[in-house]
């Protein structure tokens, strides 16, 4: 998955899920076909969940704590 080109990040997560994989596609056609040709391809997947980003309307910067 991390060596395809419309994978962003990929993420270890805890909960029930094992991975979040951040990807960019041109459309849901194209999302589909990642979903089912390439991730449901692998022998390590047993199921994908979808969920889709409509923006970014705000992000908090990290907080340092003084050492």
């Excluded at 979040?20 to 040709?37: E, F, P």
């Excluded at 705000?58 to 003084?66: G, R």
Aim: aromatic share 8%.
């Amino acid at each position: 998955m991390k060596a395809l080109p419309e994978t962003l990040a990929l993420y270890n997560v805890s909960g029930n899920e094992d991975y979040l994989v951040h990807v960019a596609v041109s459309d849901s056609t194209a999302l589909q076909a990642l979903i089912i040709d390439k991730f449901l391809a692998l022998p390590q997947v047993a199921h994908c969940r979808t969920q889709l980003i409509f923006g970014d309307p705000w992000a908090a910067p990290l907080q340092h704590s003084p050492e």
